[in-house]
């Protein structure tokens, strides 16, 4: 299977703390992205990193990718409990428009 | 607001019934697509149209029949399904198949009954 493994499946923090959330996928890519999923919503779009860069910011976002260990991870900080969802790396393989997506850590962020 | 709608947002519908999803977007886009949403599983890719023409079908039972009769809509046909097709059917397009950044709708929640 092409799909990307993330973990962990929860994760559960305090408002204000950081929250790291990793993927792991098997063959070469052509760039990962991670997406946000409010509970039973549609997905919205956070970062897509390529394969030939190694670090992506936006706004409390951090995006690393290390493509010889074939994984990535998401950082949240200063995370807020609106923050709370569910969050799912995606990856585009070398060949055709397949957009495969792992299966997702559930973020809580207690106030 | 993504810039992508599915219609309807809640089906219910019977094992021998024929309906159909839509979705529609303006944003452009040359790519789209159709997921499935289990409860406890994955998002699993079904069917990727570029250009209006199907480039991906990954396996999906006939009794989903997908259509993409322009640029800016895709039908998802639905058939005699079963009880374990009831799931969160979500749309999606990008600019190109797979290479940015995917929009998405927020999806229609089938219960097949």
């Known amino acids: 299977s092409q799909q990307g493994e993330e973990d962990p499946q929860a994760l559960s923090i305090q408002e204000g703390e950081n929250a790291t959330m990793n993927c792991s996928y098997k063959?070469?890519?052509?760039?990962l992205q991670w997406y946000r999923q409010n509970s039973g919503r549609g997905l919205v779009h956070l970062i897509l990193?390529?394969?030939?860069?190694r670090e992506k910011h936006s706004g409390r976002l951090r995006v690393t990718l290390d493509t010889s260990k074939k994984s990535s991870s998401l950082l949240i900080t200063a995370s807020r409990a609106a923050d709370t969802a569910s969050y799912f790396c995606?990856?585009?393989?070398?060949?055709?428009?397949?957009?495969?997506f792992g299966q997702g850590t559930e973020l809580s962020v207690k106030p | 607001e993504t810039g992508v709608t599915q219609t309807p947002r809640h089906l219910v519908m019977g094992m021998t019934n024929k309906k159909s999803l839509k979705c529609e977007q303006h944003?452009?886009?040359?790519?789209m697509y159709w997921y499935k949403q289990s409860a406890k599983k994955p998002l699993e890719l079904m069917f990727v149209?570029?250009?209006?023409?199907?480039?991906e079908n990954n396996s999906v039972p006939s009794r989903f029949s997908p259509e993409c009769p322009n640029s800016s809509h895709l039908f998802l046909h639905l058939h005699t399904l079963q009880p374990e097709d009831s799931a969160l059917y979500l749309c999606?397009?990008?600019?190109?198949?797979?290479?940015?950044?995917?929009?998405f709708g927020q999806g229609t929640r089938l219960t097949v009954v």
């Open positions: 944003l452009g886009h040359n790519a």
């Open positions: 995606a990856t585009n393989y070398n060949q055709g428009g397949k957009l495969i």
């Open positions: 999606a397009s990008s600019q190109e198949p797979g290479n940015t950044e995917a929009f």
């Open positions: 990193i390529r394969s030939n860069e």
């Open positions: 063959t070469s890519i052509n760039n």
């Open positions: 149209y570029s250009l209006e023409e199907r480039v």
